[in-house]
């Protein structure tokens, strides 16, 4: 009898197409990495790799006196090294049990804000201009080039300012500067405007971001996430109001939440809400200046002024310490967060009693935005990965550091 | 000779390839002509495009080579004439030196039956518009194969894209122009702008609106412009189909996609805006050339005008996501047209009826 073996047809096969998306791509910020899976136009699995721009920074912390690593926080987040600066200066100061006077806090807050304003503006620009709107990208980088020129006048860097110093700030500000502020603040909110006539209510925009990369509440907070991310799914957590440093007890500011789960275009709303608040800070900023001076009064843990040094023998033992062996600083170990424009940036510091730090940790919002990733991505279009990107507002300089 | 030349064809042909080869003569010169025309007007539309932008950006756009930055689009195209032409490993060599011909082919071949001005046409055949359309259907040709050929992901994800995008709204684009030419009764670029004549403003666009907003659209979709440009996505897909390329095959490319934006604004502006056709009260006192000169330049302003747009449109608008691009594609854009098509015979059998 002849047996018939039964004719199984065989499947169509399909192949999942995986792409290398970077670390050389228009659209990555940088040098991020996607490895991504896809199934036509949809995304099976992403998988992100970081690493490219890893300069040891932490490392590099722990052969450096407290004093000379400062420069190493400007090349963390490279686009507002103002807010680096004020978050390694708040931990090394709480360190080392010292406090800058009333007048450096104030001017830190103003800076920190134009800070805050120069990133959220480069997100706005690169977020809108992935999505392919072009023209809010070039409007935007005018405004921030003047906040550039405005630190070239403060402090003659634009870029990698570090302006900030452990115990107060590098130099006083001038009246000139003030002025050029002030005009630029009261211009400002009308820019905003412009750029949300373009973008906010857009069609196209809405379509592209709403309902695009969410996240619940609860699931931002279990990834660790903080600042706008964290903001857009409705927590109102911003160390500025929950940890005040600086002078930001003391300015009034409010914070925008989106609802809960958040996404793609409550970010985007969130953050525009905030560049509008960073503007009210500033300008209380420049209208309340306490007059005094600059930089604390701590020979021992401060640099004393270049003039005293070469007149005076005792500042100069003083300069001669510090720069070689470092401050004397008591054993222990200490954590400060700050809020930066990408989220909560936090320092921690272990001290064994030398100059240098034994451990410096940086914790990076970058990096913790970008292990979400993949999370916000799976599911969606090729397309929302681009959104999702724009949307998640990391520097690699930060996040691989 | 003559009389050996007759006794061998027979008496008279000599007159007819006599008249045959003056005709020959003609059409390439006009051929020439309107190419030669056509690229310079390519080449300014390049040069245009960044200064209108530019401008909306708060920038200058190109102004250093030749006074007003005038000489930019010979600097540009000396430039990617001189570069290295770098093929891809493994990459499909013929089909891959093929399809940026094929893509700027199509392109300048639409040119052939489009009238400039009152009776001059390369070609003034009566299914002009039907050649465009096989024409612009040919172009996505070179686009999926210089994706396919190039051997890279990217360039392949965006032939994949602009295959499906150009098959879709080449129906909405088709349908949209089938009420103007139930309105023409015919399919000769000619004959549609002499039939507005008889319609309030000279236009098609006022009775068949659905028509042309319907085409307005799908030509942006057609020409891989801003908001439809995903084939070509630089923040997703780099360059789209045409990553790979490099040196005077890009170029090849760049100006087939400017040719194809010339021609979509030549047909908006001759099946709905009326094209050459001046209002007679402007004509009547004119002698027959100045007429036809005043003619051209008004079809060429209503072809700027629509470039502009284009660009207006680029400066301003984001990108729509691949699924949103088909919804708009399929479930209003046909639909659309199709209601267009049932509206404007409704009316013409009511009208009809009424005589």
């Known amino acids: 009898m002849e047996h018939s073996e039964p004719v199984i047809e065989k499947p169509f096969e399909t192949k999942e197409l995986t792409i290398s998306m970077g670390p050389q791509h228009p659209a990555t910020h940088g040098v991020l990495r996607l490895v991504l899976d896809l199934d036509g136009e949809n995304v099976v699995k992403c998988t992100p790799y970081v ?41 090394v100061e709480k360190l080392f049990g010292i406090e800058a006077p009333e007048r450096a806090k104030y001017i830190r807050t103003m800076v920190a804000e134009m800070g805050r304003l120069s990133s959220h503006i480069i997100w706005l620009g690169t977020h809108v201009i992935d999505i392919g709107a072009t023209t809010p990208f070039l409007l935007a980088m005018t405004e921030r080039e003047r906040i550039l020129d405005l630190f070239e006048m403060l402090c003659g860097a634009r870029l990698t300012v570090s302006y900030p110093r452990v115990g107060g700030v590098r130099n006083d500000i001038s009246q000139e500067f003030l002025d050029e502020l002030y005009e630029f603040i009261l211009e400002f909110p009308h820019r905003i405007d412009d750029y949300e006539t373009l973008v906010t209510e857009n069609r196209i925009w809405k379509d592209r971001t709403v309902g695009v990369g969410i996240i619940s509440a609860k699931e931002a907070v279990n990834w660790g996430l903080t600042g706008g991310m964290l903001r857009g799914s409705g927590i109102d957590y911003d160390v500025r109001k929950y940890v005040p440093y600086d002078a930001y007890d003391k300015v009034d500011f409010m914070i925008p939440v989106g609802k809960d789960p958040g996404d793609c275009y409550d970010r985007y709303k969130v953050r525009v809400e905030e560049m509008r608040q960073a503007n009210r800070i500033i300008k209380q900023c420049v209208e309340n200046l306490p007059a005094g001076p600059v930089m604390a009064d701590a020979p021992k843990f401060t640099l004393p002024p270049k003039d005293l040094v070469l007149r005076d023998m005792e500042h100069l033992i003083h300069q001669f310490v510090l720069i ?46 970008a292990s979400v990733l993949p999370r916000l991505c799976k599911g969606g279009y090729v397309a929302d990965v681009i959104a999702n990107i724009g949307t998640i507002d990391i520097v690699l300089g930060e996040c691989d550091r | 000779m003559t ?20 005709m020959l003569i003609i059409i390439l010169l006009k051929i020439a002509a309107v190419v030669a025309v056509a690229l310079l007007h390519v080449a300014y539309a390049t040069y245009f495009e960044r200064k209108v932008i530019g401008h909306m950006q708060l920038r200058l756009g190109p102004r250093e080579v030749g006074p007003l930055g005038l000489f930019q689009p010979f600097a540009d195209g000396v430039k990617l004439f001189f570069k290295e032409d770098i093929i891809p490993a493994d990459a499909d060599k013929p089909l891959f030196y093929l399809a940026p011909v094929i893509f700027f082919i199509s392109a300048l071949t639409s040119l052939s039956v489009l009238p400039f001005f009152d009776g001059f046409a390369v070609a003034n055949i009566n299914i002009g518009l039907l050649f465009l359309f096989a024409m612009s259907s040919l172009g996505a040709y070179g686009i999926v194969l210089s ?46 702008v002499r039939a507005q004549q008889h319609y309030p403003l000279g236009l098609f666009a006022v009775p068949q609106f ?34 790979e390329y ?110």
């Open chain 2, 210 to 243: 659905l028509g042309f907003f319907v085409f307005v659209v799908a030509a942006f979709a057609e020409t891989n412009r801003l908001p439809f440009d995903l084939p070509e996505a630089e923040s997703e897909l780099v360059a789209g189909y045409f990553t």
């Open chain 2, 246 to 355: 490099s040196g005077f095959r890009f170029a090849l490319f760049f100006l087939g996609e400017y040719t194809g934006m010339l021609i979509m604004s030549a047909i908006a502006s001759l099946c709905f805006l009326g094209g050459w056709g001046l209002p007679s009260f402007v004509t009547a006192g004119l002698p027959v050339v100045a007429a036809k000169v005043l003619g051209l330049f008004w079809f060429l302003a209503k072809v700027y005008a629509f470039m502009f747009f284009y660009y207006w449109v680029r400066a301003t608008l984001p990108r729509y996501r691949y699924d949103q691009l088909m919804a708009i594609g399929w479930k209003l854009l046909i639909p659309l047209a199709l209601a267009n098509i049932v509206i404007t015979g409704l009316v013409k059998i009511w009208i009809k009826g009424m005589v």
């Open chain 2, 3 to 22: 009389g050996l030349f007759e006794a061998i064809v027979g008496p008279g042909s000599l007159d007819y390839i006599i008249n045959l080869v003056i």
């Open chain 1, 51 to 91: 690493g490219y721009l890893h300069r040891g920074v932490e490392k590099l912390g722990e052969n450096r006196t407290y004093l000379a690593a400062l420069p190493l926080s400007d090349r963390l987040d490279y686009i507002s090294s103002m807010n680096n600066n004020v978050g390694y200066v708040n931990a």
């Open chain 1, 324 to 369: 070689t062996k470092g401050p004397s600083v008591a054993e222990g170990e200490v954590y400060v967060g700050t809020e930066v424009p990408k989220g909560e940036l936090g320092f921690y510091f272990v001290s064994d009693g030398t100059g240098k730090p034994y451990r410096m940790r940086v914790r990076a919002p970058s990096y913790v935005h």
């Open chain 2, 147 to 192: 994706g396919w050929s190039s051997n890279s992901k990217y360039a392949f994800l965006g032939g994949l894209r602009s295959a499906s995008q150009v098959i879709s709204y080449e129906i909405a684009m088709g349908l949209s122009l089938v009420g103007v030419m139930m309105m023409a009764g015919s399919l000769n670029l000619s004959d549609i």
